[in-house]
């Protein structure tokens, strides 16, 4: 599986982005996506997460500004709106999909996209 983010840019501080992520694969109800970012000599840390279970985990800095959502329509494009941008929002963003391969014993398979830049100036 090929995961394609893309969206990043240079944007204003109160700007919004939409960032993509492509899946060479249909993304199913059941996986696992999200997204996270590495800012420039951090560790990489989650933005947002979607066990496919109903509900959406954000890092606090993010929550109530950034929203994750996959497109049903194409099945296998997930997306993160972004609004409200900050300059420490600066950072590489990466597309992240857990797919349960073998359900009756539980395993997953990691894939990760090749990273978008976001830079948000003050």
């Known amino acids: 599986v090929q995961l394609q983010a893309s969206g990043g840019g240079l944007v204003q501080a109160g700007a919004s982005l939409k960032l993509s992520c492509v899946a060479s694969t249909g993304i199913f109800p059941t996986d696992t996506i999200g997204w996270y970012w590495q800012p420039p000599g951090k560790q990489r840390e989650m933005v947002a997460i979607d066990s496919g279970r109903g509900t959406t985990n954000y890092s606090a800095s993010v929550k109530g500004r950034f929203t994750l959502s996959r497109d049903n329509r194409t099945g296998n494009t997930v997306y993160l709106q972004m609004n409200s941008l900050k300059p420490e929002d600066t950072a590489t963003y990466y597309c992240?999909?857990?797919?349960?391969?073998?359900?009756?014993?539980?395993?997953?398979?990691?894939?990760w996209g090749q990273g978008t830049l976001v830079t948000v100036s003050s």
């Open positions: 992240w999909l857990q797919i349960l391969a073998a359900p009756m014993f539980d395993y997953r398979v990691d894939y």
